[in-house]
């Protein structure tokens, strides 16, 4: 059974907005912490876009400070990425993962910004 699944993803212009959800079961939810990374085209590794600890604290990458925002909901184990002002180059397969309690990654949902 899949445990991380993500939603969200589609085709905008830059400039427009989209939102990632992750749901995730509440026995890998439960005091872990949520990311969200992003593996470009043509690209081998993937990057650190977002995370939000069990402890309350969050972090962003320098790219993306001031437009994207994460969001956990403990009531309904998901983890969403509100993503603002979007560039061509935040064109990515966007995956959800957990840590450090258990490692789990989602499979990932494409957005693409178009010019």
């Known amino acids: 059974q899949v445990q991380l699944v993500e939603s969200g993803g589609g085709l905008v212009q830059a400039g427009g907005s989209l939102r990632l959800s992750c749901a995730a079961s509440g026995s890998i939810f439960s005091n872990n912490s949520m990311g969200w990374y992003r593996q470009a085209p043509g690209k081998q590794q993937r990057e650190l876009v977002a995370a939000s600890t069990r402890f309350g604290s969050v972090n962003y990458a320098g790219s993306v400070k001031g437009r994207f925002t994460i969001s956990r909901d403990n009531t309904k184990n998901t983890v969403d990425l509100q993503m603002n002002s979007l560039k061509p180059e935040d064109t990515a397969v966007y995956y959800c993962?957990?840590?450090?309690?258990?490692?789990?990654w989602g499979k990932g949902t494409q957005v693409t910004v178009s010019s």
């Open positions: 993962m957990t840590y450090p309690r258990s490692y789990r």
